[in-house]
């Protein structure tokens, strides 16, 4: 059974940096899209950022755009989201999510697994 753990949230400044990791495990088949997506307090979970199975392409929404940067180790079955110049009140909770295709996926039921989920508590 896959199993998708995020880690690295935390209480973050405005203008300041936090790098988000996430760990798969359970899963064999690598050639599949990952995302990262985020859900704020009384809003509907948004698309962050997406990555090919072989790094090869990504994607980002235009509001983290130059800004974030996704990656991945695909031997360590690992991807992670460096955040940079957070904005003020940028709180909200932050999902990796799997989507089991090779094309690209920036809509949330189109991903297959999810994990937990990580907190990102901004403050101004």
């Known amino acids: 059974q896959v199993q998708l753990v995020e880690s690295g949230g935390g209480l973050v400044q405005a203008g300041g940096s936090l790098r988000l990791s996430c760990v798969v495990s359970?899963?064999?088949?690598?050639?599949?899209?990952m995302g990262w997506f985020r859900q704020a307090p009384g809003k509907e979970r948004e698309f962050v950022a997406a990555?090919?199975?072989?790094?090869?392409?990504?994607y980002y929404a235009d509001s983290v755009k130059d800004r974030f940067t996704i990656s991945r180790d695909s031997a360590k079955n690992t991807v992670a989201l460096q955040m940079n110049s957070l904005k003020p009140g940028g709180t909200a909770v932050y999902y990796c999510?799997?989507?089991?295709?090779?094309?690209?996926?920036?809509?949330?039921?189109?991903?297959?697994?999810w994990g937990q989920g990580t907190q990102v508590t901004g403050s101004s």
């Open positions: 990555i090919s199975w072989n790094s090869g392409s990504t």
């Open positions: 999510a799997e989507h089991l295709s090779d094309s690209i996926a920036t809509v949330d039921n189109e991903y297959d697994s």
């Open positions: 359970g899963r064999t088949f690598r050639r599949y899209y």
